[in-house]
């Protein structure tokens, strides 16, 4: 029988008792089933472009692998190509990338690291972009190395590489997700305002 955690990870703590009035009163929000809600972080890593040197082949994919899997604490799924293209040396059915779909109290954990282990470690970080927003509201990001996660020994790898995260929020437009975002402590850059 396996017995439930009670635990509510510190993040969605954080987005109902604090972060969920303030958007309410914001944007004047009367309805709670109108509150912008995370729904998912998305993890993907392009692995596509480094299979081509057949030696390291098996090497790299466990790399990228055993990164995600880390990070996450789920196991990544490999995405195959769909179409083959031939000037970027793609073939149908190969792999092409390694994706991890979280969601719930994983999903906090992760986002709940990434703004204060992951992000802090990153050189000569100045914030996130407040323009990576689509028409949704739904957020993407890029690390360019794994070095940025405390949980990765970097004298073990021999491989770097970077991935896409996605923050998918549901009932949002842009203004709601950054207001969202920025409360839950996703340091974005500050534009001066003269």
């Given at each position: ?76 799924i490999t995405l195959l190509a769909r179409k083959s293209v031939s000037n970027f ?15 719930r109290a994983r999903m906090w954990h992760f986002m709940d690291r990434l703004i ?39 004298a073990h790898v021999n491989f770097v590489h970077g991935m896409n995260i996605n ?28």
């Amino acid at each position: 029988m396996m017995v439930a955690q009670t635990n509510t990870p510190r993040l969605e703590t954080l987005f109902e008792e604090a972060v969920a009035p303030k958007l309410k009163q914001e944007f004047g929000l009367s309805n709670p089933h109108e509150l912008p809600r995370i729904d998912k972080v998305i993890v993907n890593c392009g692995i596509g472009r480094f299979l081509e040197n057949q030696k390291l082949k098996s090497e790299i994919r466990d790399t990228v692998y055993d990164t995600l899997s880390t990070i996450t604490g789920q196991r990544p799924i490999t995405l195959l190509a769909r179409k083959s293209v031939s000037n970027f040396k793609v073939r149908e059915g190969a792999p092409s990338a390694m994706m991890v779909t979280l969601r719930r109290a994983r999903m906090w954990h992760f986002m709940d690291r990434l703004i204060n282990l992951a992000m802090p470690r990153i050189k000569d970080f100045r914030g996130m972009k407040d323009t990576s927003f689509d028409e949704a509201g739904n957020y993407g990001l890029g690390l360019t190395e794994q070095a940025v996660w405390p949980e990765i020994n970097m004298a073990h790898v021999n491989f770097v590489h970077g991935m896409n995260i996605n923050i998918c929020i549901s009932r949002s437009d842009p203004a709601k997700s950054l207001f969202l975002l920025r409360e839950l402590g996703l340091p974005f850059v500050r534009h001066d305002e003269d």
